[in-house]
Nanobody, 128 residues
């Protein structure tokens, strides 16, 4: 059974930090790309970051560059998203997702349709 389980969300003050985790099972972690997307209330889901477990390349949305860091621990089948300097407008449900199909290992955050598996999401709330 394929599973992506996110954790690490919570309530934080503006300017604060969180580390989100995504632990995967049920597929070959080392040949996937793992992405983080988020959906704020009343808005469309948007890509935030991605890491390829094949060539270790990373991608970030322009809005989070310099504040978010994605990294992978293949021994634990876990990808982390370190989020710093959080802003209230970044309040959202953050989703972990994996590309395991024809585009496996290729990182894109503007190709939501490439992603095969999704976690249930973790809520991040940033107070002003």
């Amino acid at each position: 059974e394929v599973q992506l389980v996110e954790s690490g969300g919570g309530l934080v003050q503006g300017g604060g930090s969180l580390r989100l985790s995504c632990t995967a099972s049920g597929f070959t972690f080392g040949r996937t790309a793992i992405g983080w997307f988020r959906q704020a209330p009343g808005k469309e889901r948007e890509g935030v970051s991605c890491i390829s477990n094949t060539d270790h390349s990373t991608i970030y949305a322009d809005s989070v560059k310099g504040r978010f860091t994605i990294f992978s621990d293949t021994a634990k089948n876990t990808v982390y998203l370190q989020i710093n300097s959080l802003k209230p407008e970044e309040t959202a449900v953050y989703y972990c997702t994996a590309i395991d199909g024809p585009f496996f290992g290729i990182c894109r955050i503007d190709r939501e349709q490439w992603y095969d598996y999704w976690g249930q999401g973790t809520q991040v709330t940033v107070s002003s």
